[in-house]
């Protein structure tokens, strides 16, 4: 269901040029989604969106691990024991329910709609955009 990855998302040094640029931001913050002390399930993190001015949350879960309700956890402990900076905002491709309703259940509240090119599917998709104030 991830739709918004790197232009080109099998092409290993970017992939890892850019996640050494999120790790060196300093208002960035990402943790591992690890189970049962050693399996990697995912990860969430915090960035500054540089065009927005704001600070967005991200996550992604390994397909094994959806409707286990992991992502939900995992986003919940993220925001109350590591980002707790509010407002914090989250986008969500509209047809991708199951991470709409982890973002629902951790207080995110519709805030507006959009547009994003979806770099995993190769055109744009619609988007919602979701505020957590507290």
């Known amino acids: 269901m991830a ?7 099998n092409d290993k040094d970017a992939f890892l040029n850019h996640w050494r640029k999120i790790r060196s931001d300093n208002a960035s913050g990402m943790k591992t989604i690890i189970l049962d002390e050693s399996i990697i399930a995912g990860y969430v993190l915090s960035y500054q969106d540089l065009d927005l001015g704001q600070l967005e949350v991200a996550y992604w879960i390994g397909k094994d691990y959806w409707g286990r309700g992991v992502a939900t956890r995992a986003l919940a402990e993220f925001l109350n024991n590591f980002q707790k900076t509010r407002p914090i905002f989250a986008r969500v491709a509209k047809d991708n329910l199951g991470s ?5 259940k951790c207080n995110f509240k519709v805030v507006g709609e959009g547009k994003g090119f979806a770099n995993a599917r190769g055109k744009e998709v619609e988007e919602f955009v979701l505020k957590l104030e507290k």
């Open 100 to 104: 709409f309703r982890v973002l629902q």
């Open 3 to 9: 739709a918004f990855t790197s232009e080109k998302p």
